[in-house]
């Protein structure tokens, strides 16, 4: 499959895709994102969701990325154990067609962990390849599943998942602390405090009751039990991403919606972090792959 004329790269996850048509000179040139996610794909469905793809940006090769190679996804595509490079995800492309590649996920063990990232994988290393991380770092990449990924020599050496995301929204339907919970988290003096309580203590259950019997006893503020209450969750986040032996920079990557709330968190935490555009990313490392698919 030669990519050289032009192809449409897929970052497809759990509930929605985004595509972009890439022309021959590698730059963007048409895009959409919708909620047609792979749980709204039924089974023996994906071949006519991809040529949903085609009808809105060409009759183009595919390059997929994301939960689409996942057991759950279109066709499965196996994971690369670390350390895993931008070549090594290029050479491991399973073909779901004459014209369809899906990039695989990445997998760590070691250290009594195991751990498995999909999509993230392109962003990462996108971000290594186009000079925005450097060969060694730390990589923090906000989502429903944080990753805290250890960059070294280019390639991704070890990474941790914290269920961040998941957990405030399980929290956010199903919790006590629904009905306090509606308000978008932002940086302030509310997340701030959250952040640092988290830093210092090891008491995340215990505290999270507490925003709930603090606004019930006049103690603080409703509006703030949002902010407080991200800022304990993503503080304990951090506490586990920090504790490792990478120094210097922190690049936070993903959308600015939580990069920002990261890199606040990371700053309390006594780090500089350096915020990244996920989307940019994406791309930077898609073309890599392209690039070595098209020699």
């Keep these: 499959m030669d990519l050289k004329e032009g192809f449409i790269a897929v970052d497809w996850g759990t509930t929605n895709r985004r595509a972009y048509r890439i022309d021959p000179s590698g730059a963007c040139a048409q895009e959409f994102e919708d909620a047609k996610g792979i749980l709204s794909v039924g089974a023996g469905e994906f071949p006519g969701a991809v040529a949903e793809i085609r009808t809105r940006l060409g009759d183009l090769p ?8 996942s057991n759950r996804g279109w066709v499965e595509a196996k994971y690369v154990a670390c350390p895993a490079g931008i070549d090594d995800l290029a050479e491991a492309l399973v073909w779901a067609g004459e014209r369809e590649a899906i990039v695989p996920g990445v997998s760590y063990v070691g250290d009594g962990r195991a751990d498995v990232m999909r999509g993230e994988e392109v962003q990462l290393l996108g971000a290594v390849v186009a000079g925005h991380v450097p060969r060694r770092a730390l990589v923090c990449h906000p989502g429903t599943h944080n990753k805290w990924v250890h960059v070294d020599k280019s390639r991704i050496a070890s990474f941790r998942t914290v ?5 405030f929204n399980l929290l956010k339907q199903h919790s006590i602390l629904a009905d306090l919970l509606g308000a978008e988290a932002e940086p302030g003096e509310a997340f701030e405090r959250g952040v640092t309580h988290a830093l210092e203590n090891a008491d995340l259950p215990a505290e999270l009751f507490a925003v709930r019997a603090r606004v019930l006893l006049g103690e603080a503020r409703p509006e703030d039990a949002a902010s407080y209450a991200s800022g304990l969750l993503i503080g304990s986040d951090v506490r586990i991403g920090l504790s490792g032996l990478v120094p210097g920079d922190v690049f936070v990557m993903g959308s600015p919606k939580l990069t920002c709330l990261y890199a606040a968190a990371i700053r309390t935490a006594g780090r500089e972090a350096i ?6 990313s994406f791309l930077a490392g898609i073309r890599k792959i392209a690039e070595r698919i098209s020699k």
């Design 275 to 280: 915020e990244l555009d996920g989307e940019e």
């Design 62 to 69: 595919l390059l997929l990325a994301g939960m689409i190679g």
């Design 163 to 167: 269920m961040t995301g998941e957990l």
